[in-house]
């Protein structure tokens, strides 16, 4: 019997509108500003973008939270890129590689407050 998607997840999905800058990995040059993260996880995360990236692309993110002052970087491994405007608006969808120990840590917090919210 098949489980319904929420359930098959491994970590809790947060929505919360958070800032993040991204650079695909040995393209030092260009650096994108995101205005808007869809969602986060200690999995991956979803973001809106004015680039698209192709699937497969490693990408290294800056994402800023209100829980510290500091950036927490990330790398992952885009699995997907959806068109949502025609040459405009991209939805990225992104799956952490190596996370490192305070990045892991910042992101249980996220969680926290997350599930706290909905008590």
């Known amino acids: 019997m098949n489980k319904p998607p929420d359930e098959r997840r491994k970590h809790l999905r947060v929505y919360r509108n958070f800032i993040l800058t991204y650079q695909e990995k040995g393209k030092t040059a260009i650096y994108h500003n995101v205005s808007q993260l869809n969602n986060v996880s200690k999995g991956g995360l979803s973001f809106t973008s004015t680039y698209p990236l192709a699937p497969g692309a490693i990408v290294t993110i800056d994402l800023k939270t209100p829980f510290i002052s500091d950036s927490i970087g990330l790398e992952g491994v885009v699995l997907e890129s ?6 405009m608006i991209y939805e990225v969808r992104l799956q952490f590689q190596n996370i490192p120990p305070e990045a892991l840590t ?3 917090k996220i969680e926290t407050y997350a599930k706290a919210q909905k008590d």
Do not use: A
């Open 82 to 87: 959806k068109e949502k405007i025609q040459d």
């Open 106 to 108: 910042m992101l249980e």
